[in-house]
Nanobody, 112 residues
Framework: QLQVVESGGGLVQPGGSLRLSCAASRTSSAMSWYRQAPGKQRELVARITSEGVTEYADSVKGRFTISNDNAKNTVYLQMNSLKAEDSAVYYC?????????WGQGTQVTVSS
């Protein structure tokens, strides 16, 4: 059993920044951020392993940074230079063995 809770979403102007947080109830082998916009498939945004290895979607590479705090079982997604197309519900997922545990999602809206 593993619980995942996201926070930090909100409304931001284009070019602005937000930082999302995701807290898991226990240690996991990897934690990821996904996003889903209306009418779109859910997509992987960024992932970080417990060893600190990171991956990013091409669409966010260079603008977003994922980091972790293993002692707190927490990951962060720093989002800079936000664009309207970044608007979506962002979901955190923690991986434990062969199972993903999902958070409830947090809304990010980029609009002027």
């Amino acid at each position: 059993q593993l619980q995942v809770v996201e926070s930090g979403g909100g409304l931001v102007q284009p070019g602005g920044s937000l930082r999302l947080s995701c807290a898991a109830s226990r240690t996991s082998s990897a934690m990821s951020w996904y996003r889903q916009a209306p009418g779109k498939q859910r997509e992987l945004v960024a992932r970080i392993t417990s060893e600190g290895v990171t991956e990013y979607a091409d669409s966010v590479k260079g603008r977003f940074t994922i980091s972790n705090d293993n002692a707190k079982n927490t990951v962060y997604l720093q989002m800079n230079s936000l664009k309207a197309e970044d608007s979506a519900v962002y979901y955190c997922a923690a991986r434990l063995l062969f199972k993903l545990y999902w958070g409830q999602g947090t809304q990010v809206t980029v609009s002027s």
